[in-house]
């Protein structure tokens, strides 16, 4: 067992390095820049809102269906309408008002122009629902849920309420034969990864966040022939083993056998400060380690700031947990 420890660590040493090198590559600007998406989905609320006037105006005696059906997208949108709207007066300053305006106005005439029969109406509320269930095209569904103030205080809700879509690795030739996938938040954004390991990114805030999941397997550099025994098996999961799994220059906070898909698996947290260019990102890191026949399953789950910002990590990671572990355990395995 320790001659096949002495080949498990000296690899996981190096496949943090490319974890958290890949982890920092995800602050990256996207195409489109925030006003966009912010303006789109801004445009969207009150396209929603205007349609929504407009059939209680024209068939009053639906009004109780418009009611119920705004009631339902409220629940979960109406904060994120009003949030995006906010940014953007922020973000547009002095140039808000008349922006806001003529956006108003422009909606407001198309909301309005077409002809709009009684069925149309009805089958535009059974519309409303779906939205409301996050049926929303991309990037406005992202753009709504990332601004959800209540989200953003309790980022695990956007999870336990169903807001999550599945990243399933199917024959990916990165995973190497070991087909699974885990879900992740709706409002999160999955890239593929460039290193040679590296199957998925995924980042909060539709790609902008500091939040991140990095997918990995690895094969593990067995004598040709060589089977891993249970024994070596449980005891490549012990708290000692994987203490010495944690990366060089790394602050340990804790470690744990656990076990995922009836199978020992391990969890570490530690602290870790990442230098890319100029700048030095300081993370907090909750990694999920399995060992499916010779190979290593990575769930790399983690949270950073710039080094200005150090102080803010912890309470990050603490908003943050309850969702990495959610995540952590909708893991499914096809291949065994």
């Known amino acids: 067992m320790k001659k ?23 602050g990256k600007s996207a195409p489109t820049s925030q006003i966009e998406e912010l303006s789109q ?100 569904l992202e753009t709504l849920l990332t601004n959800n103030l209540f ?54 805030e539709n790609g902008r966040g500091r939040d991140s999941i990095v997918l990995m397997v690895k094969n593990i550099p067995l004598p040709t022939g060589y089977r891993i025994s249970n024994k070596e098996r449980d005891d490549f999961f012990t708290e000692s083993s994987l203490k010495g799994m944690v990366p060089d220059g790394a602050k340990l906070i804790y470690v744990q056998p656990i076990v995922l898909e009836q199978l020992k698996s391990g969890m570490m947290v530690f602290n870790q400060e990442v230098q890319r260019l100029d700048q030095t990102i300081v993370m907090r890191n909750l990694h999920y380690i399995l060992l499916v026949r010779d190979k290593l399953i990575f769930i790399q789950c983690m949270t950073g700031e710039t080094i200005q910002q150090r102080s803010t990590v912890v309470d990050r990671f603490k908003r943050m947990e309850r969702l990495f572990k959610l995540v952590g355990n909708s893991l499914v395995i096809h291949i065994q």
């Open 41 to 140: 989905a801004y445009g969207y609320c009150l396209g929603q809102q205007y349609s929504m006037e407009r059939i209680k105006k024209e068939y009053p005696h639906i009004s109780q269906d418009v009611y119920k059906a705004q009631l339902e997208f409220d629940h979960t949108f109406k904060f994120s309408c009003d949030n995006i709207a906010d940014n953007l007066q922020k973000r547009m300053k002095t140039k808000w008002t008349a922006y806001e305006k003529d956006m108003a106005s422009n909606i407001h005439k198309m909301s309005f122009s077409m002809p709009l029969s009684e069925a149309q109406a009805e089958a535009f509320l059974r519309e409303v629902r779906s939205r409301a269930k996050g049926n929303i095209e991309s990037p406005v």
């Open 151 to 204: 989200f953003q205080k309790n980022p695990s809700e956007e999870f336990v309420r169903g807001f999550v879509k599945t990243f399933r690795t199917g024959s990916h030739p990165k995973t190497k034969g070991v087909d699974f996938h885990i879900k992740y938040p709706m409002s999160w954004k999955a890239k593929e990864g460039q290193r040679p390991n590296v199957i998925q990114i995924i980042t909060s």
């Open 4 to 26: 096949l420890l002495h080949v498990f660590i000296p690899l996981i040493a190096v496949l943090y390095f490319s974890i958290v090198t890949a982890a920092a590559e995800t």
